[in-house]
Nanobody
Framework: QVQLAESGGGSVQSGGSLTLSCTPS????????MAWFRQAPGKGREGVAV???????NYADFVKGRFTVSQDNAKKTMFLAMTDLKPEDTAMYYC???????????????????WGQGTAVTVSS
């Protein structure tokens, strides 16, 4: 069974940068959409960014201009380049994927069936 593995989390100061990665455990797995979600302590899970196999992207308003989602040429790994990090970006970041060919770039967690274990990001002021 395919699994998603996130990496790249860590601790940075406000204004710093991190790049997260998400890689499926099976090279044959080809999702239609892959996305990043995050969950801060005591809060619900929220969509951050999504990318489709056709390259379409969508971002939550609170990360536009600061985060960039991308995928490698073989579409085996998804990245989230995060810049100008703020303390409010502190959260567990989760990778998610779906093979359903939604026509829209969803940031709703219920549209994704496969989830990683998460990688922690801490931003200090």
């Amino acid at each position: 069974q395919v699994q998603l593995a996130e990496s790249g989390g860590g601790s940075v100061q406000s204004g710093g940068s991190l790049t997260l990665s998400c890689t499926p455990s099976l090279s044959a797995y080809q999702p239609s959409w892959m996305a990043w979600f995050r969950q801060a302590p005591g809060k619900g899970r929220e969509g951050v960014a999504v990318i489709g196999k056709d390259g379409r992207t969508n971002y939550a308003d609170f990360v536009k201009g600061r985060f960039t989602v991308s995928q490698d040429n073989a579409k085996k790994t998804m990245f989230l380049a995060m810049t100008d990090l703020k303390p409010e970006d502190t959260a567990m970041y989760y990778c998610a994927a779906t093979r359903t060919s939604w026509s829209y770039a969803s940031l709703e967690s219920h549209d994704y069936s496969l989830w990683g274990q998460g990688t922690a990001v801490t931003v200090s002021s």
